[in-house]
């Protein structure tokens, strides 16, 4: 049984910059690919970012790359997700999951097994 917390969300200006933290206790941690999803009011859960077990592979939707940075501490059960110039449309709650089985989709939120309960994000212009 794999538990997710999530940390670092606040209130930022337009520009600004924000960490994420995902604390993972239950599990081998090295042996899930981590993912980032966020939500606004009114929309669909939406893939942000993807890393692969030890960290080699990573993987980013368009509206975040180049300004998002995923990746991880194996030693320390965490994954990150370092979010520069960041817009008023980044405003979200961000979730943390993690799953054990590879796939071919993953930006499919049905393709993961376990989720944090979220931390909200909001920016400012």
């Known amino acids: 049984q794999v538990q997710l917390v999530e940390s670092g969300g606040g209130l930022v200006q337009a520009g600004a910059s924000l960490r994420l933290s995902c604390a993972a206790s239950?599990?081998?941690?090295?042996?899930?690919?981590m993912g980032w999803f966020r939500q606004a009011p009114g929309k669909e859960r939406e893939f942000v970012s993807r890393i692969s077990g030890i960290g080699i592979s990573t993987y980013y939707s368009d509206s975040v790359k180049g300004r998002f940075t995923i990746s991880r501490d194996n030693d320390k059960n965490t994954v990150y997700l370092q979010m520069n110039s960041l817009k008023p449309e980044d405003t979200a709650v961000y979730y943390c999951a993690a799953r054990s089985r590879y796939s071919d989709y993953p930006a499919r939120p049905d393709s993961y097994n376990y989720w944090g309960q979220g931390t909200q994000v909001t920016v400012s212009s």
């Open positions: 239950g599990g081998t941690f090295n042996r899930y690919a």
